[in-house]
């Protein structure tokens, strides 16, 4: 079944940044669109950001577009997400999932990493 | 933004009960809804998708009707796994969006 693997979280101060990697397998990689999700502690879900299959559409919610950046390496089945001049309400768990195109369920998730934007 | 509305945001029932939870579009989605259940420390995971859908090895008492702005989320008999909370999701839009979540707690 399909696995998805989170990395790269950890304490972070502000105007800092990470990149997060989502390690795949289980599922052609390839022909999925990619999401990433990020819960705040004891907060809702929030879509963050979208790449295509084949890259060629990246999505971003207003929230994050100009300092988040999302990748993906189908050599590798990882996608990644730059996440640059991180402020304090970043933080929060970020989970990576699957979707069969720009707009669809998520299909299948990772167990997140946690990004903490702090001084 | 398509705004989604669930109500209630807090639920307390019993195993064994029916329960019902609501979700509202600000705007037509058609059918373009899946529903998550998420345990605390825990991933979401993908209950219904195209509003009535039932997602791979998900339990049958579980279903899910609605098309255009108001759909609902249906456990038959609630079982003791069940006490969670659960998310609506449109996806009519590309800018994916999340309802606020119903705390599912036992009574």
């Known amino acids: 079944q399909a696995q998805l693997v989170e990395s790269g979280g950890g304490v972070v101060q502000p105007g800092g940044s990470l990149r997060l990697s989502c390690a795949t397998s289980?599922?052609?990689?390839?022909?999925?669109?990619m999401y990433w999700v990020r819960q705040a502690p004891g907060k809702g879900l929030e879509w963050v950001a979208f790449?295509?299959?084949?890259?060629?559409?990246?999505n971003y919610a207003d929230s994050v577009k100009g300092r988040f950046i999302v990748s993906r390496d189908n050599a590798k089945n990882t996608a990644y997400l730059q996440l640059n001049s991180l402020r304090g309400d970043d933080t929060a768990m970020y989970f990576c999932?699957?979707?069969?195109?720009?707009?669809?369920?998520?299909?299948?998730w990772g167990q997140g990493t946690l990004v903490i934007v702090s001084s | 933004d398509i705004q989604m509305t669930q109500s209630p945001s807090t639920l307390s029932a019993s195993v064994g009960d029916r329960v019902t939870i609501t979700c509202r579009a600000s705007?037509?989605?058609?059918?373009?809804l899946a529903w998550y259940q998420q345990k605390p420390g825990k991933a979401p995971k993908l209950l219904i998708h195209?509003?009535?859908t039932l997602h791979s090895g998900v339990p049958s008492r579980f279903s899910g009707s609605g098309s255009g702005t108001d759909f609902t989320l249906t456990i038959s008999s609630l079982q003791p796994d069940d006490f969670a909370t659960y998310y609506c999701?449109?996806?009519?839009?590309?800018?994916?969006?999340f309802g606020r979540g119903t705390r599912l707690e036992i009574k």
């Open positions: 790449i295509r299959y084949d890259s060629n559409r990246k």
């Open positions: 705007q037509n989605i058609n059918s373009w």
């Open positions: 999701q449109q996806y009519n839009s590309h800018l994916i969006t």
């Open positions: 195209k509003a009535s």
């Open positions: 999932a699957n979707g069969q195109g720009a707009a669809s369920s998520l299909d299948d």
């Open positions: 289980g599922f052609p990689f390839s022909l999925y669109g």
